[in-house]
């Protein structure tokens, strides 16, 4: 396999703007592609924002910002996607999504590609059979946001060769991250750890032990998080909570992974959490 200089990401949101962003500072050239050109556009105009941001606190020069800007461009088609080293999916954490996706993107691209995942919880070995490169198919997890935090979890599928695991290392020790290795069950580490810890915040609530204010000031003052439970939950999404919890509950089969009955609540009401302007805070 060729060395990686380009890396197209499937999903301009905000996973795949991050990856975008992290890549480009990498020195990496960048294709982002979404369902509509309005969708790359915003997702460039946010990454833009947030380089702007880290230029304002001096974390970044304005040179490294403009040259790493000049190396994304949108790729409204999947075949502008042919020119990928390596691509990441960053698209909704639903495996029904995901595997259309796979099927309209293989036979676009570059057959020695890679094609990595930026699932939260979904089986990397499950993934990879709906491709046609189980062998060059990896879980390259990142946190949100990407361009704040450190870690990437790295995730091999049981038939992900050596070569891939190499080639992804390689990448995101490019983006100065640290990389933590995983086994592919549900969730991983990080979110095996936090979604549950999130879902009991969502209990505690649900059970009326405490208020919304009350539960996250308890874990940000009496545990040093930097976020409450419930605050980091409408920043990463309900419906990607719903969809980890629900992950875990099956891919593991014990009931202490029942998503909090409040949590599927708020998700089938559209509260979603910071996207939507409401979840367990108001953002309108
Ligand atoms: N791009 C660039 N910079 C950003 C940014 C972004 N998207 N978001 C925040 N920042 C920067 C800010 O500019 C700021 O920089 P300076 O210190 O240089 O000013 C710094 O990060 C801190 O931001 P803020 O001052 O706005 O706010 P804060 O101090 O409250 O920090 C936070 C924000 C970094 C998000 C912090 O609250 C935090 O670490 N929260 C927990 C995040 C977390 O747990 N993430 C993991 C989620 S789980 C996950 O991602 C896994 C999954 O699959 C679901």
Same mark, same amino acid.
């Given at each position: 396999?060729?060395? +990686?200089?380009?890396?197209? $990401?499937? /999903?301009?949101?905000?996973?795949?703007?991050?990856?975008?962003?992290?890549?480009?500072?990498?020195?990496?050239?960048?294709?982002?592609?979404?369902?509509?050109?309005?969708?790359?556009?915003?997702?460039?105009?946010?990454?833009?924002?947030?380089?702007?941001?880290?230029? /304002?606190?001096?974390?970044?020069?304005?040179?490294?910002?403009?040259?790493?800007?000049?190396? +994304?461009?949108?790729?409204?088609?999947?075949?502008?996607?042919?020119?990928?080293?390596?691509? +990441?999916?960053?698209?909704?954490?639903?495996?029904?999504?995901?595997?259309?996706?796979?099927?309209?993107?293989?036979?676009?691209?570059?057959?020695?590609? $890679?094609?990595?995942?930026?699932?939260?919880?979904?089986?990397?070995?499950?993934?990879?059979?709906?491709?046609?490169?189980?062998?060059?198919?990896?879980?390259?997890?990142?946190?949100?946001?990407?361009?704040?935090?450190?870690?990437?979890?790295?995730?091999?599928?049981?038939?992900?060769?050596?070569?891939?695991?190499?080639?992804?290392?390689?990448?995101?020790?490019?983006?100065?991250?640290?990389?933590?290795?995983?086994?592919?069950?549900?969730?991983?580490?990080?979110?095996?750890?936090?979604?549950?810890?999130?879902?009991?915040?969502?209990?505690?609530?649900?059970?009326?032990?405490?208020?919304?204010?009350?539960?996250?000031?308890?874990?940000?003052?009496?545990?040093?998080?930097?976020?409450?439970?419930?605050?980091?939950?409408?920043?990463?999404?309900?419906?990607?909570?719903?969809?980890?919890?629900?992950?875990?509950?099956? /891919?593991?089969?014990?009931?202490?992974?029942?998503?909090?009955?409040?949590?599927?609540?708020?998700?089938?009401?559209?509260?979603?959490?910071?996207?939507?302007?409401?979840?367990?805070?108001?953002?309108?």
């Amino acid at each position: 396999m060729s060395k +990686i200089e380009t890396i197209g $990401i499937v /999903g301009a949101g905000q996973m795949g703007g991050g990856i975008a962003h992290v890549s480009a500072l990498g020195g990496y050239k960048v294709l982002i592609h979404d369902i509509s050109a309005d969708r790359i556009e915003k997702g460039i105009a946010t990454i833009s924002g947030n380089m702007a941001r880290q230029v /304002g606190s001096g974390k970044l020069e304005e040179k490294a910002r403009n040259e790493a800007m000049a190396r +994304i461009s949108a790729a409204p088609a999947m075949a502008d996607l042919a020119a990928a080293d390596l691509v +990441i999916e960053a698209a909704t954490e639903d495996e029904t999504v995901k595997r259309k996706i796979y099927a309209q993107l293989c036979p676009q691209l570059n057959p020695e590609a $890679i094609l990595a995942t930026n699932t939260s919880s979904i089986s990397i070995t499950r993934l990879a059979a709906q491709t046609d490169r189980p062998e060059r198919f990896i879980g390259i997890h990142f946190m949100n946001p990407v361009p704040v935090m450190k870690l990437v979890e790295l995730v091999r599928g049981i038939a992900t060769e050596d070569q891939t695991f190499e080639a992804a290392k390689t990448y995101v020790n490019h983006l100065d991250k640290t990389i933590t290795v995983s086994e592919d069950f549900p969730a991983f580490i990080v979110n095996r750890i936090l979604l549950p810890m999130i879902n009991e915040a969502i209990y505690t609530l649900y059970e009326g032990v405490g208020t919304v204010d009350a539960i996250d000031t308890a874990m940000r003052l009496g545990a040093n998080h930097p976020m409450g439970p419930l605050q980091l939950a409408d920043f990463i999404g309900l419906d990607t909570c719903l969809s980890i919890m629900q992950v875990l509950h099956e /891919g593991l089969s014990d009931s202490k992974y029942r998503p909090c009955p409040l949590l599927v609540k708020y998700v089938e009401a559209g509260w979603l959490g910071r996207k939507t302007s409401r979840g367990f805070y108001d953002y309108r």
